[in-house]
């Protein structure tokens, strides 16, 4: 056994771990020193099935470690739990002369050599498996000292595991959003409130590697279209209102120097905050950027049967939003101008738009927002 840790100093180690979870087999070989235990573990305990597992532990044959969750957890004292943070010993929990002929003091207890434990519920943010910690006496029973040693460290044990319960849940969860981003054709980009970059997607990142439709200058945002570059400056700097900006589902149209057509909106982020010199030091807006296209036989058919397009009236429709207006058209499908305009004037009817512009928007609405 090593030399016990001062208390001040297994406290600070203590929520070291709360920070870093890897740290906790080094806690728990100091409480076990300081407590005066010959083992100690960290470990759940479902209290439905009595079902196990030890997560983290100390001075005890990893052989037992298994056992325990294979078998014995159901056979432990603790089926029935004690308080929340109070510390018992097994006397406090079944009567410990029938214990000692039971199979959890027989198969488990007696070959580690030890005969009294001193447990503690840590934490309970999950009522049905709550963390307990225990800490195995050798021969001799838990006496006060014991008990009184391991309450000392109880506060700070259960307010670390909560720390590691609240940071597991945000990583994760930051985790699984991040890769739904990255799974999404369209650029999105969270802004500040001096249009600087502070995230973008892996849409987002490739679209300022191509350097056309947007780029990052001295770390901000800027797009092709300097009408744009002024709507977003004034609306994240607050001199727009955002809230209305979003609502009225208003899309920036935006055509790149090679041609290619995109169409933008921006999402204001309720997360805004300032520090003392009001300066913006979080997201203020989220600029989602999509290319206009109708990439895919299966969008195309999408369309076609939402608004009853027949098949010319749907090539028209993919060539007005591809290549651009009537005269293009006629040109790349090899027919007459007052052809394309007919049926052109039969797609607004359907789909209830009036200009050209509004079915590129309306084409953006039913790409595919998933990488493929």
Avoid at 9 to 15: A, C, G, Q, R
């Amino acid at each position: 056994m090593h030399r016990p840790q001062k208390l001040p100093d297994l406290v600070e180690s203590i929520y070291d771990a709360g920070l870093d979870p890897s740290l906790w087999n080094n806690v728990v070989a100091g409480i076990r020193d300081f407590v005066g235990g010959q083992a100690c573990g960290l470990f759940s305990k479902d209290s439905i099935s009595k079902f196990g597992v030890t997560h983290y532990y100390c001075g005890a044959d990893p052989h037992f470690i298994q056992l325990y969750s294979d078998t014995h957890s159901k056979f432990d004292p603790l089926s029935v739990l004690p308080p929340h943070g109070k510390v018992v010993s097994v006397p406090d929990l079944v009567d410990f002369e029938e214990y000692r002929k039971g199979r959890f003091y027989q198969e488990w207890m007696r070959p580690q050599g030890s005969s009294d434990a001193a447990n503690v519920v840590l934490e309970m943010s999950n009522a049905t498996c709550p963390v307990m910690m225990t800490v195995l006496s050798g021969r001799r029973m838990v006496d006060s000292g014991m008990k009184h040693r391991l309450s000392l460290l109880v506060p700070h044990a259960s307010r670390a595991l909560l720390v590691n319960r609240a940071t597991g849940v945000q990583l994760t969860l930051a985790t699984a959003l991040a890769d739904v981003l990255d799974n999404l054709t369209a650029g999105i980009f969270l802004l500040d409130g001096f249009c600087r970059l502070v995230h973008a997607n892996a849409a987002g990142h490739a679209l300022l590697a191509a350097d056309d439709v947007v780029r990052s200058v001295a770390g901000e945002l800027v797009t092709c279209s300097a009408q744009t570059n002024r709507t977003l400056r004034e609306t994240l700097a607050g001199r727009r209102d955002a809230t209305l900006l979003a609502a009225d589902g208003h899309p920036m149209p935006l055509l790149s120097p090679t041609g290619e057509r995109y169409v933008a909106h921006l999402l204001p982020l309720s997360s805004l905050m300032r520090n003392d010199s009001e300066r913006v030091v979080d997201a203020a807006g989220a600029l989602l950027l999509r290319k206009v296209s109708l990439d895919g036989r299966s969008c195309g058919e999408l369309i076609a049967r939402t608004f009853d397009l027949t098949p010319a009236e749907l090539r028209v429709f993919q060539s007005i939003v591809e290549i651009g207006g009537v005269p293009e058209t006629a040109a790349a499908l090899g027919v007459a101008e007052t052809t394309v305009k007919t049926h052109l004037h039969r797609v607004f009817a359907k789909t209830g738009v009036n200009r050209q512009a509004d079915l590129v928007k309306l084409a953006a609405g039913f790409a595919n927002p998933l990488v493929h």
